[in-house]
C-alpha cells in the first residue's frame, strides 16, 4: 500500500513536504517515484529514489527545487518541493516499480497511491 499525504494551498514561492508512507512489500528491492498530474494533462514523472541504495532521479524541472529522500525506518518516502509555482499545481502520486532503475514513464510502475492535491495560488 502507498498513502500520499502532504497536499495543500501554499502561496507561489512557498515549500511543501509531501510523504508516501509504504507497507505491505519488501521496499529493498523497488524504486519509488513521485509523479504528478494536472486536470487536462498526462501524469508526468517528477523524481524518483532507488529504495536499496537511495539513489535519485529528477527530471530537469525538478532540478534544484525538489528533493527526494527516504527514512528507512518509517518506510517513508519524502517530496520536499520548493519555490513552488501556480504550474506546480496536480495531484502528486507516489509509485512502485520493480527493480533498481527509474522510468519517467508511469506505465512502469505497477501500483500507485491515491494521490495528495498541491494548488499553488495567491
Known amino acids: 500500500q502507498l498513502v500520499e499525504s502532504g497536499g495543500d494551498l501554499v502561496q507561489p514561492g512557498g515549500s511543501l513536504r509531501l510523504s508516501c508512507a509504504v507497507s505491505g512489500f519488501p521496499l529493498d528491492y523497488y524504486t519509488i517515484g513521485w509523479f504528478r498530474q494536472a486536470p487536462g494533462n498526462e501524469r508526468e514523472f517528477v523524481a524518483a529514489?532507488?529504495?536499496?541504495?537511495?539513489?535519485?532521479y529528477y527530471t530537469d524541472s525538478a532540478k534544484g527545487r525538489v528533493t527526494i529522500s527516504r527514512d528507512n525506518a518509517k518506510n517513508t518516502m519524502y517530496l520536499q518541493m520548493n519555490s513552488l509555482k501556480p504550474e506546480d499545481t496536480a495531484v502528486y502520486y507516489c509509485a512502485r516499480r520493480k527493480g533498481y532503475s527509474h522510468s519517467i514513464y508511469a506505465y512502469d510502475y505497477d501500483y500507485w497511491g491515491q494521490g495528495t492535491q498541491v494548488t499553488v495560488s495567491s
Open positions: 529514489i532507488s529504495w536499496s541504495g537511495g539513489t535519485t
